[in-house]
Antibody, heavy 119, light 107 residues
Framework: EVQLLESGGGLAQPGGSLRLSCAASGFTFSSFAMTWIRQAPGKGLEWVSAISGGGGSTYYADSVKGRFTISRDNSNNTLYLQLNSLRAEDTALYYC????????????WGQGTLVTVSS | DIQMTQSPSSLSASVGDRVTITCRASQTINIHLNWYQQKPGKAPKLLIYVASSLQGGVPPRFSGSGSGTDFTLTISSLQPEDFATYYCQQSYTTPYTFGQGTMLEIK
Protein backbone atom coordinates (compact mmCIF):
# COMPACT_ATOMS: atom_id res chain seq x y z
CA GLU A 1 0.00 0.00 0.00
CA VAL A 2 1.36 3.38 -1.02
CA GLN A 3 1.79 5.73 1.92
CA LEU A 4 2.95 9.33 1.83
CA LEU A 5 3.54 11.16 5.09
CA GLU A 6 4.39 14.85 5.04
CA SER A 7 6.02 16.81 7.83
CA GLY A 8 7.82 20.08 8.38
CA GLY A 9 4.99 22.55 8.07
CA GLY A 10 4.45 25.32 10.55
CA LEU A 11 4.53 29.05 11.04
CA ALA A 12 7.16 31.09 9.24
CA GLN A 13 7.71 34.80 8.89
CA PRO A 14 7.62 36.55 5.53
CA GLY A 15 11.04 36.13 3.98
CA GLY A 16 11.69 33.06 6.08
CA SER A 17 12.33 29.43 5.20
CA LEU A 18 10.93 25.98 5.87
CA ARG A 19 11.78 22.50 4.65
CA LEU A 20 9.00 20.05 4.02
CA SER A 21 9.59 16.31 4.00
CA CYS A 22 7.54 13.44 2.66
CA ALA A 23 8.30 9.90 3.79
CA ALA A 24 7.19 7.41 1.15
CA SER A 25 6.55 3.69 1.46
CA GLY A 26 4.80 0.86 -0.33
CA PHE A 27 6.50 1.27 -3.72
CA THR A 28 9.95 1.47 -5.30
CA PHE A 29 10.53 5.15 -4.54
CA SER A 30 13.45 5.72 -6.90
CA SER A 31 11.44 4.50 -9.89
CA PHE A 32 8.78 7.20 -9.75
CA ALA A 33 8.53 10.93 -10.19
CA MET A 34 7.08 12.78 -7.22
CA THR A 35 5.07 15.97 -6.97
CA TRP A 36 4.13 18.72 -4.52
CA ILE A 37 0.67 20.27 -4.83
CA ARG A 38 -0.68 22.96 -2.53
CA GLN A 39 -4.04 24.36 -1.56
CA ALA A 40 -4.49 27.73 0.11
CA PRO A 41 -7.24 27.86 2.75
CA GLY A 42 -10.61 27.82 1.04
CA LYS A 43 -9.00 27.93 -2.42
CA GLY A 44 -8.28 25.58 -5.27
CA LEU A 45 -5.42 23.24 -6.05
CA GLU A 46 -2.08 24.53 -7.32
CA TRP A 47 0.59 22.29 -8.80
CA VAL A 48 3.90 23.43 -7.27
CA SER A 49 6.81 21.23 -8.29
CA ALA A 50 7.85 17.79 -9.49
CA ILE A 51 11.04 15.74 -9.65
CA SER A 52 12.00 12.73 -11.72
CA GLY A 53 12.71 9.37 -10.13
CA GLY A 54 16.46 9.80 -10.27
CA GLY A 55 16.29 13.42 -9.21
CA GLY A 56 17.98 14.74 -12.31
CA SER A 57 14.98 16.65 -13.65
CA THR A 58 12.97 19.18 -11.70
CA TYR A 59 9.97 21.31 -12.61
CA TYR A 60 8.38 24.31 -10.93
CA ALA A 61 5.35 26.55 -11.12
CA ASP A 62 6.24 30.11 -12.05
CA SER A 63 4.90 31.28 -8.69
CA VAL A 64 7.64 29.44 -6.79
CA LYS A 65 10.49 29.28 -9.29
CA GLY A 66 13.70 30.60 -7.78
CA ARG A 67 12.34 30.40 -4.24
CA PHE A 68 11.46 26.71 -3.76
CA THR A 69 13.71 23.72 -4.38
CA ILE A 70 12.52 20.15 -4.74
CA SER A 71 14.86 17.27 -4.00
CA ARG A 72 14.80 13.64 -2.98
CA ASP A 73 16.84 11.09 -1.07
CA ASN A 74 16.22 7.76 -2.74
CA SER A 75 18.26 5.89 -0.15
CA ASN A 76 15.78 7.01 2.52
CA ASN A 77 12.63 7.13 0.39
CA THR A 78 12.11 10.79 1.23
CA LEU A 79 10.98 13.75 -0.84
CA TYR A 80 11.76 17.31 0.16
CA LEU A 81 10.61 20.81 -0.65
CA GLN A 82 12.80 23.69 0.52
CA LEU A 83 10.75 26.87 0.80
CA ASN A 84 12.74 30.12 0.86
CA SER A 85 11.77 33.78 0.65
CA LEU A 86 8.32 32.88 1.89
CA ARG A 87 5.37 35.15 1.18
CA ALA A 88 1.91 35.38 2.69
CA GLU A 89 0.51 33.86 -0.50
CA ASP A 90 2.53 30.68 0.13
CA THR A 91 0.23 29.91 3.06
CA ALA A 92 -1.35 26.59 2.14
CA LEU A 93 -1.70 22.90 2.83
CA TYR A 94 1.14 21.21 0.95
CA TYR A 95 0.45 17.74 -0.39
CA CYS A 96 3.08 15.21 -1.39
CA UNK A 97 1.76 13.21 -4.31
CA UNK A 98 2.53 10.34 -6.69
CA UNK A 99 1.09 9.48 -10.07
CA UNK A 100 -0.76 6.28 -10.81
CA UNK A 101 -0.20 4.38 -14.02
CA UNK A 102 -0.31 7.50 -16.18
CA UNK A 103 2.22 10.32 -15.89
CA UNK A 104 0.61 13.46 -14.55
CA UNK A 105 -2.51 11.82 -13.15
CA UNK A 106 -2.07 12.02 -9.39
CA UNK A 107 -3.46 8.94 -7.73
CA UNK A 108 -1.77 8.95 -4.34
CA TRP A 109 -1.85 11.88 -1.93
CA GLY A 110 -0.50 12.44 1.54
CA GLN A 111 -2.58 14.06 4.23
CA GLY A 112 -0.80 17.38 3.75
CA THR A 113 1.30 19.63 5.94
CA LEU A 114 0.17 23.18 6.67
CA VAL A 115 2.48 26.11 6.02
CA THR A 116 1.45 29.47 7.44
CA VAL A 117 3.40 32.58 6.52
CA SER A 118 2.64 35.46 8.82
CA SER A 119 4.40 38.03 10.96
CA ASP B 1 1.66 28.18 -18.85
CA ILE B 2 -1.56 26.50 -19.93
CA GLN B 3 -4.65 28.04 -18.34
CA MET B 4 -7.55 25.77 -17.41
CA THR B 5 -11.02 27.27 -17.11
CA GLN B 6 -13.90 25.35 -15.59
CA SER B 7 -17.57 26.18 -15.82
CA PRO B 8 -19.67 26.63 -13.93
CA SER B 9 -17.82 27.66 -10.77
CA SER B 10 -20.70 26.34 -8.71
CA LEU B 11 -23.73 24.26 -9.42
CA SER B 12 -26.83 23.28 -7.46
CA ALA B 13 -28.44 19.98 -8.35
CA SER B 14 -30.64 17.27 -6.90
CA VAL B 15 -30.08 13.59 -6.26
CA GLY B 16 -30.76 11.75 -9.50
CA ASP B 17 -29.90 14.68 -11.76
CA ARG B 18 -27.52 14.42 -14.68
CA VAL B 19 -24.73 16.97 -14.32
CA THR B 20 -22.07 18.16 -16.72
CA ILE B 21 -18.99 20.22 -15.86
CA THR B 22 -16.84 21.68 -18.59
CA CYS B 23 -13.15 22.45 -18.71
CA ARG B 24 -11.37 24.45 -21.39
CA ALA B 25 -7.63 24.64 -21.95
CA SER B 26 -5.92 27.75 -23.30
CA GLN B 27 -4.10 25.61 -25.88
CA THR B 28 -4.40 22.08 -27.13
CA ILE B 29 -3.58 19.39 -24.60
CA ASN B 30 -4.65 16.39 -26.73
CA ILE B 31 -6.26 14.07 -24.18
CA HIS B 32 -3.96 14.88 -21.26
CA LEU B 33 -6.78 15.87 -18.96
CA ASN B 34 -7.60 14.54 -15.51
CA TRP B 35 -10.59 15.04 -13.21
CA TYR B 36 -10.52 15.00 -9.42
CA GLN B 37 -13.15 15.07 -6.71
CA GLN B 38 -12.43 16.72 -3.38
CA LYS B 39 -14.55 16.64 -0.25
CA PRO B 40 -14.02 19.04 2.67
CA GLY B 41 -10.98 18.21 4.77
CA LYS B 42 -9.86 15.43 2.42
CA ALA B 43 -7.20 15.06 -0.22
CA PRO B 44 -8.43 15.04 -3.82
CA LYS B 45 -9.42 11.77 -5.43
CA LEU B 46 -8.58 10.91 -9.04
CA LEU B 47 -11.75 10.10 -11.00
CA ILE B 48 -10.81 10.24 -14.67
CA TYR B 49 -7.44 10.30 -16.46
CA VAL B 50 -6.48 10.90 -20.07
CA ALA B 51 -9.85 12.54 -20.60
CA SER B 52 -12.06 9.47 -20.50
CA SER B 53 -10.43 6.60 -18.60
CA LEU B 54 -12.22 5.77 -15.37
CA GLN B 55 -9.91 5.25 -12.41
CA GLY B 56 -10.37 1.89 -10.73
CA GLY B 57 -13.04 1.87 -8.04
CA VAL B 58 -14.82 4.97 -9.39
CA PRO B 59 -18.52 4.36 -10.09
CA PRO B 60 -19.48 4.18 -13.79
CA ARG B 61 -21.93 7.05 -13.36
CA PHE B 62 -18.85 9.25 -13.79
CA SER B 63 -17.62 9.73 -17.34
CA GLY B 64 -15.27 12.06 -19.16
CA SER B 65 -14.96 13.14 -22.75
CA GLY B 66 -13.18 15.60 -24.99
CA SER B 67 -9.88 16.25 -26.67
CA GLY B 68 -7.86 19.22 -27.80
CA THR B 69 -9.09 22.12 -25.71
CA ASP B 70 -12.62 21.22 -24.60
CA PHE B 71 -13.53 18.56 -22.06
CA THR B 72 -16.51 17.50 -19.98
CA LEU B 73 -17.12 15.52 -16.82
CA THR B 74 -20.58 14.01 -16.60
CA ILE B 75 -22.28 12.43 -13.63
CA SER B 76 -25.22 10.49 -15.01
CA SER B 77 -27.34 10.26 -11.86
CA LEU B 78 -26.18 12.24 -8.84
CA GLN B 79 -25.83 10.40 -5.58
CA PRO B 80 -25.63 12.04 -2.14
CA GLU B 81 -21.90 11.23 -1.89
CA ASP B 82 -21.17 13.11 -5.13
CA PHE B 83 -21.68 16.55 -3.62
CA ALA B 84 -18.13 17.88 -3.59
CA THR B 85 -15.74 20.12 -5.50
CA TYR B 86 -14.43 18.93 -8.86
CA TYR B 87 -11.17 19.98 -10.50
CA CYS B 88 -9.78 19.41 -13.95
CA GLN B 89 -6.01 19.31 -14.52
CA GLN B 90 -3.92 19.24 -17.65
CA SER B 91 -0.94 16.89 -17.70
CA TYR B 92 0.26 17.78 -21.19
CA THR B 93 3.15 19.96 -20.07
CA THR B 94 4.53 21.23 -16.78
CA PRO B 95 3.37 23.07 -14.79
CA TYR B 96 0.40 20.70 -14.67
CA THR B 97 -2.19 23.38 -14.04
CA PHE B 98 -5.59 22.89 -12.44
CA GLY B 99 -8.90 24.53 -13.16
CA GLN B 100 -10.36 26.74 -10.46
CA GLY B 101 -12.83 24.10 -9.35
CA THR B 102 -16.58 23.53 -9.56
CA MET B 103 -18.48 23.25 -6.30
CA LEU B 104 -21.43 20.89 -6.66
CA GLU B 105 -24.07 21.59 -4.03
CA ILE B 106 -27.35 20.03 -3.07
CA LYS B 107 -30.41 21.91 -4.33
Amino acid sequence: EVQLLESGGGLAQPGGSLRLSCAASGFTFSSFAMTWIRQAPGKGLEWVSAISGGGGSTYYADSVKGRFTISRDNSNNTLYLQLNSLRAEDTALYYCAKDGSVVGATLYWGQGTLVTVSS
Amino acid sequence: DIQMTQSPSSLSASVGDRVTITCRASQTINIHLNWYQQKPGKAPKLLIYVASSLQGGVPPRFSGSGSGTDFTLTISSLQPEDFATYYCQQSYTTPYTFGQGTMLEIK
